[in-house]
Structures are given as structure tokens and as C-alpha cells.
């Protein structure tokens, strides 16, 4: 069974930095890309970034690009997002899912539960 | 403003067939495969359709996609209570780099 548990969610002030993570198991972790989503509460869902499998691919949606880092570790079987210079527009929950990529697309087939980030002073 | 376009609300009564639509753009839709996700309140989202019309293990025949250029449809037949949910349509945009996601359409059955 595919599980995907997400940490490191918490409050934290305006300005400040925030590193999430993201324990796999269940599948081969290092043959997939995986990707974060994030939803601030009663919202929609928002892509914030994506990496494949070997790290060499990476994606950032508009509103984090600049302030966030995604990285792996295949070995681990984990998923980070490093959070800086978080304004109240980050207060959201926090989604890892896993991608599953074709010559043609990719899609989303496993989410985990979430990691709520709130910013606030 | 979401870059994929879904009506706010859909309702139906239940064993009726309703449809949520979802329209992009060149980039996106019309270039790319729509991915369709099912929220039940307080839950993770939950792959429902991929690449525009193929249904995942484990799903019920009652949900279907479709396409056609630049916009996409969601159809849900023979209706349930717990079809209740928020559903999200998704795709890649050329443009942007980007999976961009629709604002989601809440379904009441009624």
C-alpha cells in the first residue's frame, strides 16, 4: 500500500522559513517524480513544484518561484520543500503526491494526508 | 483567478447524471491531458479520471471525461450521496511551465 506522510508543517512568523517533508513507502520512490500541492483552507488546489526521479527536472509554480526549493532523497525515500520568506499567502495545507509519468503525461495518483503551514505573528 | 475554468456548484438528485465542464486554453487543454480529482470534504484529494477519459483502478464505471479542444467534461451518471465532493480538473500549460488546476466545482446531491 502507497503512503505518503507529510511533516515539518507548524506556525511560523512572516519572513520566516519552513522546511517540510515528505516519508515514502510503498512503491519504488526513486522511480517516480513527485510534487507538491498546496490548498489554502475552503480553497482550490494549487501546484507549487514538482521533481523527477533523479532530481535533474524541477518545477516551481509562479507564486513560490524564488522562495521555495524542492529537493530528494531517493535513498531515504523522502520528499522536502524548503519554505523562505513565508507571507500569510503560504498559510495553506500542504500536499506530497506522486507522479506517474508517460511519453504522453503524467498525473497524480497518491496524495498524502497534508501538512498545515500557518503564517502568522 | 484559476487558469482552468469550472462552474462553482453543480447539483443533481440522486440516480441522475450531471457533467462539469472545465475550459483552458492552447496551452493547456488543448495541448495536454486533463486529470480529474475528487475532494471529499476534510479528505485528500483522489485521482478520478486520467490522460482526459481512462478511469484508475478501483473507480466506479458511473464517472467519465471527455475533451474536445480546449475544453474538457466530467460526467457523473446514476448519482449518490456520497458522490458528494469538490472535483478539480488539472493539466499541464506549455505556457507557464506549470500543472495548473481549475477552481473546483462542489457537487450537492440533493
Known amino acids: 500500500e502507497v503512503q505518503l506522510v507529510e511533516s515539518g508543517g507548524g506556525l511560523v512568523q512572516p519572513g520566516g522559513s519552513l522546511r517540510l517533508s515528505c516519508e515514502a513507502s510503498g512503491f519504488n520512490f526513486d522511480e517516480h517524480a513527485m510534487h507538491w500541492v498546496r490548498q489554502v483552507p475552503g480553497r482550490g488546489l494549487e501546484w507549487v513544484s514538482g521533481?523527477?526521479?533523479?532530481?535533474?527536472?524541477?518545477g516551481y509554480g509562479d507564486s513560490v518561484k524564488g522562495r521555495v526549493s524542492i529537493s530528494r532523497d531517493n535513498a531515504k525515500n523522502s520528499l522536502y520543500l524548503q519554505l523562505n520568506t513565508l507571507g500569510s499567502e503560504d498559510t495553506a495545507l500542504y500536499y506530497c503526491a506522486k507522479g506517474v509519468r508517460s511519453s504522453y503525461s503524467e498525473y497524480f495518483d497518491d496524495w498524502g494526508q497534508g501538512t498545515l503551514v500557518t503564517v502568522s505573528s | 483567478q484559476s487558469v482552468l475554468t469550472q462552474p462553482p456548484s453543480v447539483s443533481e438528485v440522486p440516480r441522475q447524471r450531471v457533467t462539469i465542464s472545465c475550459s483552458g486554453g492552447?496551452?493547456?487543454?488543448?495541448?495536454?491531458?486533463v486529470n480529474w480529482y475528487q475532494q471529499v470534504h476534510g479528505k485528500a484529494p483522489k485521482l478520478l479520471i486520467y490522460?482526459?477519459?481512462l478511469l484508475p483502478s478501483g473507480v466506479s464505471d458511473r464517472f467519465s471525461g471527455s475533451k474536445s479542444g480546449t475544453s474538457a467534461s466530467l460526467a457523473i451518471s446514476g448519482l449518490q450521496s456520497e458522490d458528494e465532493a469538490d472535483y478539480y480538473c488539472?493539466?499541464?500549460?506549455?505556457?507557464?511551465?506549470?500543472?495548473?488546476f481549475g477552481g473546483g466545482t462542489k457537487l450537492t446531491v440533493l
Open positions: 492552447s496551452s493547456n487543454i488543448g495541448h495536454n491531458a
Open positions: 488539472a493539466a499541464w500549460d506549455d505556457s507557464l511551465n506549470a500543472w495548473v
Open positions: 490522460y482526459d477519459d
Open positions: 521533481i523527477n526521479w533523479n532530481s535533474h527536472s524541477i
